[in-house]
T-cell receptor
Framework: DTAVSQTPKYLVTQMGNDKSIKCEQN?????MYWYKQDSKKFLKIMFS???????INETVPNRFSPKSPDKAHLNLHINSLELGDSAVYFC???????????????FGEGSRLTVL | GQNIDQPTEMTATEGAIVQINCTYQ??????LFWYQQHAGEAPTFLSY??LDGLEEKGRFSSFLSRSKGYSYLLLKELQMKDSASYLC??????????WGAGTKLIIKP
């Protein structure tokens, strides 16, 4: 059983299009995240969501929006795609955001987005 | 600003020992983490240090000195499968993970 799964794994699209990446976790975790890993390999947090509170990295353009239909899902919608959006997007989950949080994130396999 | 520094790339020999260093400057500290990421795959959790000292877990050990803003990951008895990127991350006072760019470790026979 895949703990954190995201689809699609590869996505090639044209500038200006709108696309979505889906993420599901079956670990019963309270918090889910979206990360962007660019060509320089830095992992940058985009969003964290714990079914009550959405935390947004202020550097993320508002073309990016997370949608959580329930605790096990956090989808990423991207409007008006730009060339600089090309990257690998990782979904992750963790048991808690703070308190006893040990920092262990469980990552999905990543979705490689290429914008032409 | 917040900053995590680690070497870009290191090379070691199969069966040997390698130490990957990480220095950090962050707004507060709630723990330091090491993750392993094989090429084209997701990062996987290796270790978590919040107190000073050495944490040993099999062939891998992680050390932390909070006063120096310094950590290292020690890998013993290197195997070819240890070829990967090793990511250092620090949790700041807002419980946000700040990531380094990773150290690409190349293991040679």
């Amino acid at each position: 059983d895949t703990a954190v799964s995201q689809t699609p794994k590869y996505l090639v699209t044209q500038m200006g299009n709108d696309k979505s990446i889906k993420c599901e976790q079956n670990l019963g975790h309270d918090t889910m995240y979206w990360y962007k890993q660019d060509s320089k390999k830095f992992l940058k947090i985009m969003f964290s969501y714990n079914n009550k509170e959405l935390n947004i990295n202020e550097t993320v353009p508002n073309r990016f929006s997370p949608k959580s239909p329930d605790k096990a899902h956090l989808n990423l919608h991207i409007n008006s795609l730009e060339l600089g959006d090309s990257a690998v997007y990782f979904c992750a989950s963790s048991p808690q955001l703070a308190g006893t949080f040990t920092g262990e994130l469980f990552f999905g396999e990543g979705s490689r987005l290429t914008v032409l | 600003g917040q900053n995590i520094d680690q070497p870009t790339e290191m090379t070691a020999t199969e069966g040997a020992i390698v130490q990957i260093n990480c220095t950090y400057q962050t707004s507060g500290f709630n723990g330091l983490f090491w993750y392993q990421q094989h090429a084209g795959e997701a990062p996987t959790f290796l270790s978590y240090n919040v107190l000073d000292g050495l944490e040993e877990k099999g062939r891998f050990s992680s050390f932390l000195s909070r006063s120096k803003g310094y950590s290292y990951l020690l890998l013993k008895e290197l195997q070819m499968k240890d070829s990967a990127s090793y990511l250092c991350a620090v949790m700041d006072s807002n419980y946000q993970l700040i990531w380094g760019a990773g150290t690409k470790l190349i293991i040679k026979p």
